[in-house]
């Protein structure tokens, strides 16, 4: 027992038999659970780090919290580091955890402060908040009006004397325990103990009180490295993988967590919890090309300047009054550049809508970790029903979806078949769902494996992409563990072919595949430098991969459409640019088109010309027309990601997205209106 004490006391817990490895519920992907929606909204991000939110999960938080949507934000770590709160220019600061810890906890308070427009010194309520296993946390509280913001710290120690990744063991290893830092100023004044299940049942304890519809998590499952050693121990990126060990380690935690919650609630026939989960790049974003322009950036970049904080300030903390290292003009001057871009690690291009053979409109999804379809309430209401379980779980945010010549529909998925730490088994695999008949049941889920060797490779996947050639083959695209593509082909008689790598060069996730007016095949994917494409040479044949494509540079996923006379033009965003780029296929420019924003943006063809979907400088959604006019969207519940634009035979092109009380909208902007 004096051994265990000691243990204890140096920051680790642990037996000297490793015990077995809990084998918590799991999802069932059987399709038919009720599903339990409220139509209320609730963001819950998941940060490693306190700053992580900031740097990576804006500006969407923002448009969120500006908008009125509660949030809570779970910080897993304390954040201490080495102790060292490091002044620019001073040399001579003293290791103080506990300080430290506290200091960063108050630049959140002062950077969300002033998010909520309010005075960035404005007190917080304290509290502590009892979480399952009688563990505590500090939570702090503030509102504005329709606004709130809630942060709870739980407060695990990065650091211990045996590991210095502390929770990455906490994922991997069996026989460790974490001890929880006291921060300076906070009401809780006792250490608590965590270990591998009891962090999962934690976060799944904070999932089921707050029941939110918008779950923000880091990437559970990093590219590969792409700098060299050197570069990496600079950048403070886990070997072998762009990102920092914590980021990875709490993403995989808090998929166990989304896992385990929607286990919990279905045990005997209950409901799935509705929510929509989105993850975001970490250090990869310093890989690749900045999708953020200027306006945007300024004021992502501005919010990290009161959690940065000042020494002089004056803010009533006694461990500090920010994390000085951060604030000012440094987040824009840094080289990693960090906060110039917002990536998401499975790129969702927006639901998949179809026009039932009855008229109304189906939408499909991912909502509680598995499919989903909310069909029309009545033909071209625009009001959906509550959504039917599809099953699949659990599976990554996105679906693609590819129809069959008889008007079947395929749905595409990413499925995290197993999601274990502790040497459990970690393994990703594509599934499809097809129907029977057209907008009629489905048959059951299939797995199409994967084109990866090994589990560590095998998540690295991407979101699946799917397109149906003029034979009537379809073909599914990845982005695999080379950041190049992969692909399955099916036939007209529904075998499948094996999968194939197609090369190309490094890319990043988000592909755009279609079919030209011959039937043949593009795919199209944003590298570092420019957009690679690869085509099928004639209908039927093989897609092969075209060097040299000569098109532009892109921050974001492209989209791609028909033009008047029937050749292909891409639209996208060049990188840190506002401005839109249209571009045709053999890489000539395509006429002007004012539509400025961020973000990716949709396509669809039309006789006048493209009808545009994205977001603006404020993040609401925006469509241009085929003839130009330009409408904004400014009712209805805040938009998630990516809207789909549909074709529909009776009102036109309508565009159709997920808000955050996770449930669909539609929008068939009139001339000279707003809605």
């Not at 015990?19 to 659970?33: C, E, F, I, L, V």
């Not at 407060?155 to 974490?178: E, F, K, V």
């Not at 057209?438 to 699946?464: C, H, K, M, T, Y």
């Not at 396509?603 to 469509?623: F, H, M, N, S, Y």
Request: glycine content about 12%; aromatic content about 6%; some cysteine.
């Amino acid at each position: 027992m004096a051994a265990i004490g000691a243990a204890v006391a140096a920051g680790i817990t642990g037996c000297t038999v490793p015990t077995p490895r809990r084998s918590g519920p799991t999802a069932d992907p059987a399709p038919g659970m009720p599903i339990a929606g409220s139509r209320r909204a609730q963001l819950m991000l998941i940060a490693a780090h306190p700053d992580d939110d900031l740097y990576f999960m804006n500006p969407d938080t923002q448009r969120m919290v500006d908008a009125g949507v509660p949030l809570v934000c779970v910080y897993v770590t304390a954040g201490e580091h080495d102790g060292k709160n490091h002044i620019p220019g001073r040399k001579d600061i003293t290791a103080d955890k506990s300080a430290y810890s506290s200091a960063r906890h108050q630049g959140l308070r002062q950077a969300y402060a002033q998010m909520l427009g309010l005075d960035m010194f404005t007190p917080w309520q304290k509290g502590v908040l009892t979480l399952r296993g009688d563990r505590r946390a500090e939570i702090n509280t503030l509102s504005h009006g329709n606004r709130r913001v809630e942060l709870v710290f739980l407060n695990l120690a990065m650091h211990t004397p045996r590991r210095w990744m502390a929770l990455p063991s906490l994922w991997h290893d069996r026989q460790l325990g974490l001890r929880t830092v006291v921060a300076d100023d906070s009401p809780v004044r006792k250490a608590d103990d965590y270990d591998y299940d009891r962090l999962i049942d934690v976060l799944v304890g904070l999932m089921e009180q707050y029941r939110p519809t918008v779950v923000h998590t880091l990437d559970p499952d990093p590219d590969i490295q792409h700098s060299d050693e050197k570069t990496r121990k600079k950048d403070s990126e886990q070997p072998g993988y762009s990102d920092h060990a914590d980021h990875t380690a709490v993403a995989s935690f808090s998929w166990a967590a989304m896992v385990r919650w929607v286990a919990h609630a279905t045990e005997g026939g209950g409901s799935i919890p509705a929510f929509v989960a989105t993850s975001f790049r970490g250090y990869y974003n310093r890989h690749w090309p900045k999708n953020l322009p200027e306006p945007v950036l300024r004021e992502k970049a501005a919010h990290l300047v009161p959690y940065g904080g000042d020494p002089s300030w004056q803010c009533g903390n006694s461990g500090g009054c920010g994390d000085y290292n951060v604030g000012g003009v440094r987040p824009l001057t840094n080289k990693k550049g960090w906060v110039r871009a917002t990536h998401y690690r499975y790129p969702d291009p927006g639901p998949v809508v179809v026009t039932e053979p009855d008229g109304r409109l189906a939408v499909y999804g991912v909502l509680g970790l598995r499919a989903v379809r909310w069909r029309e309430t009545e033909r071209g209401s625009g009001q959906w029903g509550d959504p039917d379980d599809l099953g699949g779980g659990p599976l990554a945010p996105g679906l693609g979806s590819a129809a069959l010549k008889d008007g079947r529909r395929l749905l595409f998925g990413l499925r995290f078949s197993a999601l274990g730490g502790h040497g459990g088994a970690n393994k990703r695999e594509v599934v499809v769902l097809e129907q029977r008949t057209p907008g009629g049941p489905f048959l059951a889920w299939r797995g199409l494996g994967n084109p990866e060797q090994g589990d560590d490779r095998g998540r690295r996947l991407g979101v699946p992409v799917a397109v149906t050639d003029g034979t009537d083959r379809v073909h599914l695209f990845v982005r695999n563990a080379e950041k190049g593509v992969s692909t399955r082909v099916r036939e007209p008689d529904g075998t499948w072919g094996p999968w194939r790598d197609l090369g190309g060069e490094e890319i990043q996730d988000g592909l755009a595949a279609t079919a030209d007016r011959t039937g043949r095949v593009h795919l199209f994917a944003t590298a570092r430098d420019t957009v690679h494409h690869w085509e099928q040479v004639a209908p039927g044949g093989r897609v092969t991969f075209r060097p040299d494509s000569g098109l532009p540079a892109s921050g974001d996923p492209v989209a791609v459409a028909a033009a008047p006379d029937g050749g292909l033009e891409l639209y996208y965003r060049a990188p840190t640019r506002e401005r839109l780029t249209a571009v045709r296929v053999d890489g000539a420019a395509a006429s002007r088109i004012a539509f400025d924003g961020y973000g990716p943006v949709g396509a669809v063809a039309t006789p006048e010309g493209p009808v545009l979907v994205g977001k603006d400088l404020k993040g609401r959604v925006q469509i241009r027309t085929g003839g130009g006019r330009l409408s904004t969207r400014t009712q209805g519940a805040v938009a998630l990601e990516s809207a789909t634009l549909h074709a529909h035979r009776e009102h036109g092109v309508i565009a159709v997205g997920l808000g955050a009380d996770a449930h669909p909208w539609t929008w068939a902007p009139e001339p000279r209106t707003q809605g």
